[in-house]
């Protein structure tokens, strides 16, 4: 891919993973991603006439070289998507479609555009990069929101940092640059990459405590323990001295992250006291640590126990053809706006009776709502097979297998307990498994 067209598509596709990452963080950056987006497919577009004269066969048979034995890993993505897409055929909700393929469709163009162009080693790592400097950015633009009160971000919550009203995106988007990060530094410990590494998580670590997100810092503490090990463990084979130097650096990382969260934490205080809560805030205005001492005391899943026990119970009353293929697309939105549960209704009383902002929160539980036994088996089989993709990363290279086993930990964990329209709808489902699986073909023969 080193003809202009090719260069041209891999610059794009760079521009759309960083604002993949930094909407994701964000909640919007108006024609930014769309146009970045639509360049990226223009400039394939003159790569694929040029290159494969439009043929999808010679593209395929080209693309597909490198990782032609673990082709069943994007194939049943493919198939899960299509399994999907049919879902929608016989639901009863055109709107809902709309609003989920909008997103998932130029989705999968990149995770195409990913197979195409970033099989390089140094390609690839040039687009991990783009995913710490997203992270970067995102953190960057919240404490400014923070310090200057609301510019160039509003403000959501009073005594908690997001960009968006989903604080839980907001943390794991951060989440996921402060890991590309260790692995960057753990694929090549340099000085450099190590401070850097350690920069990173100077900025993001307080901000990711902050959000409240109690996903996101359970997330993050295995996080750190396993990339942490790796990355001390590689150090300490190329270096005594460098060992010692990231060992110094942690602590300063940690200590700078207490100072910090308490210099905010401040911040907020006085801009309470002279302002009030922020205008519109969702929820009751607890702060961060409330949030920590709920999951303490057996909070944690208080709303998602309620949200599944409805979801549980609605498919429970599935028979005959129902069972195999769900009620359609959209349904598993469509039945919390017309259930009449009591505990559900009195624990989203503040949503005051909006419509479709309740969804099924477990992409599992949401495929059989929605597609039945069919769609349900689609999207573990999409899972499994990038379970099965990792382990053979591992035992490659455990470097790698640790990092995309945490990545894809994520991943499957947030949409295990969250997340609006399912696996499918999640940007780091088309990007992390995408990279894993061009990483396991520059490890192994897979031709």
């Given at each position: 891919?080193d003809?202009?067209a090719?260069?041209l598509t ?5 521009g759309?993973v960083?604002l ?12 930014l ?5 639509a360049?990226?497919g223009?400039?394939?577009?003159w790569?694929?006439?040029a290159?494969?004269h ?6 395929w ?7 032609r034995?673990?082709w069943?890993a994007?194939g ?12 929608f ?7 809902l ?6 997103v998932t ?16 080693r ?9 995913i ?25 919550y009073?005594w908690?940092m997001?960009?968006r009203?989903?604080?839980n ?11 590309t ?5 753990c694929?090549c410990?340099?000085p450099?990459?190590?401070?850097a ?25 295995g996080t750190a ?15 005594r ?6 060992a110094?650096?942690a ?8 100072l ?10 006085r801009r ?8 519109g ?5 607890t702060?961060?640590?409330q ?8 909070g944690l ?13 609605e ?6 053809k ?6 359609g ?10 259930t ?13 009776g ?6 099924a ?22 899972a ?21 086993a ?11 307990i ?26 192994r023969?897979?031709?």
């Amino acid at each position: 891919m080193d003809s202009a067209a090719g260069r041209l598509t891999a610059v794009f596709l760079y521009g759309t993973v960083f604002l993949l990452m930094f909407e994701l963080a964000s909640s919007g950056n108006g024609l930014l991603l769309p146009g970045c987006t639509a360049l990226a497919g223009a400039a394939f577009l003159w790569l694929f006439g040029a290159r494969w004269h439009f043929s999808l066969l010679r593209w395929w048979r080209e693309i597909s070289r490198p990782w032609r034995r673990a082709w069943w890993a994007p194939g049943l993505m493919g198939l899960y998507l299509a399994v999907d897409m049919a879902s929608f055929v016989y639901g009863n909700s055109r709107e809902l479609a709309f609003e989920k393929y909008r997103v998932t469709l130029p989705l999968a163009f990149v995770g195409g555009g990913i197979l195409t162009c970033f099989g390089e080693r140094k390609r690839l790592e040039t687009a991990l990069k783009m995913i710490c400097w997203a992270s970067a950015a995102a953190g960057g633009a919240a404490w400014i929101s923070l310090v200057t009160g609301g510019w160039p971000f509003p403000l959501w919550y009073s005594w908690r940092m997001s960009l968006r009203r989903d604080y839980n995106m907001f943390a794991v988007a951060l989440l996921a640059g402060m890991a590309t990060a260790l692995y960057l530094a753990c694929l090549c410990p340099t000085p450099l990459r190590l401070g850097a590494a350690a920069a990173l998580w100077a900025e993001l670590l307080p901000a990711v405590w902050l959000s409240g997100s109690r996903r996101a810092v359970l997330l993050l503490a295995g996080t750190a323990a396993v990339l942490g090990s790796t990355l001390a463990w590689r150090v300490a084979k190329e270096s005594r001295k460098l060992a010692w130097g990231c060992a110094c650096g942690a602590a300063a990382v940690a200590a700078f992250a207490v100072l910090a969260v308490w210099c905010a934490q401040e911040r907020m205080e006085r801009r309470y006291e002279a302002a009030g809560p922020v205008p519109g805030e969702m929820g009751d205005g607890t702060a961060a640590m409330q949030r920590y001492e709920t999951a303490m005391t057996g909070g944690l899943f208080t709303k998602r126990r309620a949200i599944w026990r409805v979801g549980l119970a609605e498919a429970a009353r599935y028979r005959g053809k129902t069972i195999l293929f769900g009620k359609g697309g959209g349904w598993s939105i469509q039945l919390y706006d017309e259930t009449d549960d009591r505990e559900l209704l009195a624990l989203y009383g503040g949503l005051e009776g909006e419509k479709r902002l309740l969804s099924a929160h477990n992409f599992l539980l949401a495929d059989y709502l929605e597609g039945g036994v069919l769609r349900l088996l689609a999207g573990i089989g999409a899972a499994l097979g990038l379970g099965a993709t990792g382990w053979a990363l591992l035992r490659a290279n455990p470097v790698d297998g640790a990092y995309y086993a945490v990545m894809l930990g994520v991943t499957l964990t947030d949409n295990l307990i969250s997340n609006r329209f399912g696996l499918l709808y999640d940007r780091m489902f088309w990007i992390f498994p995408l990279f894993m699986l061009l990483t396991l073909a520059q490890r192994r023969d897979l031709t």
